[in-house]
């Protein structure tokens, strides 16, 4: 919190040869580089931390998003759907590796963002996210109805309302959701 990222990664790594079959120095640790902008060294102990004895989803998730963020979507994937063994509720997991599934396989996209939603039902950027894939798929029902349901939820926000209006600008025969 204090910015001094340096102290902190040396710190994180001092607490992990101090207790190294727990995964949270190494993932800290992995936080601090990542800001730093020194990725290797960040995904250095972020693999090391994924290959301790007790699994942890913390560390699949933060290597899938890793990968994700340098290019490697097949790996990213396969982080993502570990976290998913590993904490089925882990809603930002499920929202990520839909993103990355998005273009190539809808059904799965779909399937993990409902995930997601399940998870965390007032979550609006899940229910923005199933919506507009609905509609970049010409879905435009349900697209209307994933975010009426959101609504009946209480879930609302100015992304939604943009959202709906562009979804009825494209269906002119849609109903307004309420």
């Known amino acids: 919190r204090q910015n001094r990222l340096d102290e902190a990664a040396a710190k994180f790594d001092r607490a992990h040869a101090l207790r190294p079959d727990i995964p949270q120095p190494l993932i800290n640790g992995a936080m ?3 800001r730093l902008g020194r990725l290797n060294e960040a995904e250095n102990r972020l693999v090391q931390a994924t290959g301790l004895p007790e699994p942890c989803a913390e560390a699949h998730f933060n290597l899938g998003l890793l990968h ?7 790996a990213a994937a396969k982080e ?23 273009g190539t396989d809808y059904p799965e996209t779909f399937r993990l963002l409902q995930q997601a939603i399940e998870a965390d039902p ?16 010409h879905q435009f029902d349900a697209a209307q109805e994933t975010i009426r349901q959101a609504r009946q939820r209480g879930v609302n926000s100015p992304e939604l309302q943009v959202l709906l209006r562009e ?6 025969e849609a109903k307004p959701a309420r």
């Open 167 to 172: 979804i009825l600008a494209r269906l002119p």
């Open 80 to 102: 993502l759907y570990r976290t998913l063994e590993l904490a089925p509720k882990n809603a930002a997991a499920a929202c990520n590796l839909a993103i990355l599934k998005a």
């Open 68 to 74: 994700a963020e340098l290019g490697r979507r097949d």
């Open 122 to 137: 007032l979550n609006p950027r899940y229910v923005h996210t199933l919506a507009f894939y609905y509609l970049e798929t």
């Open 32 to 34: 601090a580089f990542a």
